[in-house]
């Protein structure tokens, strides 16, 4: 199955799909002369990076989820959705396959 995000939908697998679990809570305090350390994890704001190829069309539409910020809702490969997501293009090549154009794009996608 291929990643979608919001209306857009890949070209195949994802490639490299990874989650960077958000670890801002990492705590280390002094209360009252007591070292309280605090390794919490805030699930909802992992993020994702991945790299999927998108037909022109749909790269547009993507570029447009970038530029104006547009919460959209994510379905990974596995099936798993993800909603009021933001997404971020790091970086993209174009390619041609058959006679059409395509772009390889970077992708960082955060979960809001």
Do not use: H
Not at 66 to 88: A, E, F, K
């Amino acid at each position: 199955m291929a990643i979608k995000l919001g209306d857009v939908s890949a070209i195949g697998r994802a490639e490299n799909w990874r989650v960077v679990p958000d670890d801002r809570q990492q705590k280390v305090e002094v209360l009252d002369g007591v070292v309280v350390l605090d390794f919490g994890r805030f699930e909802a704001g992992d993020s994702f990076t991945c790299s999927a190829n998108f037909d022109m069309d749909n790269f547009e539409m993507l570029k447009k989820y970038w530029i104006n910020r547009t919460p959209i809702t994510i379905t990974d490969q596995s099936g798993n959705v993800y909603l009021g997501c933001r997404v971020v293009i790091k970086g993209w090549e174009d390619l041609r396959l058959f006679e059409k154009k395509y772009r390889k794009v970077s992708l960082e996608i955060w979960r809001v």
